[in-house]
């Protein structure tokens, strides 16, 4: 069984910037992600990271989010640059019982969620 434990939300200004953490229980190499659900909008795919830290993003924050792992600290970081009012959502870091990411851009591929933290982007 993997916990996740999330951290890092907050309240920022437009054009500012967030560090998220995600901090694993179990095994440290394991394809994980970044989901967010805006108020009022289903669960969507950010980013993911396989156990080889090669990543993918969603076409919304390309270009101003960057995950990232640090697999001796069982720990995945989103860090968000030049944040909109769009991204105002609830963040959570999931996990597959794989390294693998291939094609995993929806909640159904992820057998791990954190608890969540909220991000707030006033304009």
């Known amino acids: 069984q993997v916990q996740l434990v999330e951290s890092g939300g907050g309240s920022v200004q437009s054009g500012g910037s967030l560090r998220l953490s995600c901090t694993a229980s179990g ?16 669960r969507e795919w950010v980013a993911r990271i396989n156990g080889d830290s090669i990543s993918w993003y ?4 390309k270009g101003r989010f960057t995950i990232s792992r640090d697999n001796a600290e069982k720990t995945v ?47």
């Open 77 to 123: 970081y989103l860090q968000m640059n030049s944040l909109k009012p769009e991204d105002t959502a609830e963040y959570y870091c999931a996990a597959r019982d794989s390294k693998m990411c291939y094609g995993a851009r929806t909640p159904s591929a992820y057998s791990y969620w954190g608890q969540g933290t909220q991000v707030t982007v006033s304009s």
């Open 58 to 61: 969603a076409d919304s924050v």
């Open 27 to 42: 095994n440290s190499n394991s394809c994980m992600a970044w989901f967010r659900r805006p108020p009022g909008k289903e």
